[in-house]
């Protein structure tokens, strides 16, 4: 069983940056995809990028293109989400997930990863 641990959030000013990280326990080459989804409040959870483990495919909701940067630090072994130009709409819960979502727009749907982390609290504030 893999187990997601997610690090890194706290609270950043607008415009400034902050890099989660996730440890996936239990890394097996059967992991195929690490994805990142995050959950605001009275809002649902929402994808917001995600990458295969072999580190090929990277995918980004259009909100965070040229913003976020999803890569994996493997000397620490953790896929990481660099986050730049934060804004207030950034706020949220942000959630690291294993799983097999399959092609195309699937890896946006969170019913399709078995793994979820616990979740790290990220703040866009003045």
């Known amino acids: 069983q893999l187990q997601p641990v997610e690090s890194g959030g706290g609270l950043v000013q607008p415009g400034g940056s902050l890099r989660l990280s996730c440890a996936v326990r239990?890394?097996?080459?059967?992991?195929?995809?690490v994805a990142w989804f995050r959950q605001a409040p009275g809002k649902e959870r929402e994808a917001v990028s995600c990458?295969?483990?072999?580190?090929?495919?990277?995918y980004y909701t259009e909100s965070v293109k040229g913003r976020f940067t999803i890569f994996r630090d493997h000397a620490k072994n953790t896929w990481d989400l660099r986050m730049t130009n934060l804004m207030s709409s950034d706020t949220a819960v942000y959630y690291c997930?294993?799983?097999?979502?399959?092609?195309?727009?699937?890896?946006?749907?969170?019913?399709?990863?078995?793994?979820w982390g616990q979740g790290t609290q990220v703040t866009v504030s003045e």
């Open positions: 990458m295969s483990s072999g580190g090929g495919s990277t």
């Open positions: 997930a294993t799983g097999d979502p399959g092609y195309g727009n699937r890896w946006r749907q969170a019913n399709l990863y078995d793994s």
């Open positions: 239990g890394f097996s080459h059967d992991l195929y995809v």
